[in-house]
């Protein structure tokens, strides 16, 4: 089964303080992960994924797979960056899996 | 493209009565995901759709859920009757290819059932 895990719901920071929002997956395959973005009165957005290797406004994230985790981190955080975070799994199956997200607020 | 489109963004019914979601999925995209968002839940995937034809809905709750995709570019959400139970945000998704490929996002439809 696939299961991802974002143990915080709400996550607040100062201003150009580093962040780091948490991701765990469960999964027996080769997983593929995501993170997507939704700020407020938008829609939901990729932000990166885990095989692109890229940085995305600021934002990086590493598929760890011996903690089996794909933390989102940023050095420098900033208030534009407040809104939802979601990680999300895709396996060998069309079925893309989403954790609970994280409520992220970047305070001035 | 003006990317993911459905419709109604707000609806508000009272139990019993029939809802009816929209999607128009991007154009060329030829998957099709329905999503509902709840804060005890999160987003859970409720029906896949693959070249127009229904490929997993085992996340639909119960049969009085009920999804159609009759063309490419045009699919439907049904609940009936509605509880209130089903109040969440529902939303469309498209996707190139079915596998792992990212998702677009419709701006979603706020369901209130009271």
């Known amino acids: 089964a696939q299961r991802v895990t974002q143990p915080e719901k709400l996550l607040s920071v100062f201003k150009g303080a580093p962040v780091e929002l948490k991701c765990n997956y469960s999964?027996?395959?080769?997983?593929?992960l995501f993170w997507y973005v939704q700020y407020s009165r938008q829609r939901l957005q990729l932000l990166l994924r885990h095989i692109s290797r890229e940085s995305i406004k600021g934002f990086t994230a590493d598929l760890n797979k011996g903690e089996t985790s794909f933390h989102l981190k940023k050095p420098f955080a900033q208030e534009e960056d407040s809104a939802m975070y979601y990680c999300?799994?895709?396996?060998?199956?069309?079925?893309?899996?989403f954790g609970k997200g994280t409520l992220l607020t970047v305070n001035p | 493209d003006a990317g993911v489109i459905q419709s109604p963004r707000h609806e508000v019914t009272e139990m019993g009565q029939e809802v009816t979601l929209r999607c128009k999925p991007i154009?060329?995209?030829?998957?099709l995901f329905w999503y509902r968002q709840t804060m005890m839940r999160g987003l859970e995937l409720l029906i896949y759709?693959?070249?127009?034809?229904?490929?997993?809905d085992s996340g639909m709750p119960e049969d009085r859920f009920s999804a159609k995709m009759p063309n490419a570019s045009f699919s439907t959400l049904k609940i009936q009757p509605s509880e209130p139970r089903d109040s969440a945000v529902y939303f469309c998704?498209?996707?190139?290819?079915?596998?792992?490929?990212?998702?677009?996002f419709g701006n979603g439809t706020r369901l209130t059932v009271t």
């Open positions: 998704a498209s996707s190139e290819y079915a596998s792992n490929s990212p998702l677009h």
């Open positions: 999300a799994l895709g396996g060998s199956n069309y079925k893309l899996t």
């Open positions: 759709f693959n070249n127009n034809v229904p490929i997993d």
């Open positions: 999964y027996s395959g080769s997983p593929e």
């Open positions: 154009s060329g995209h030829n998957s």
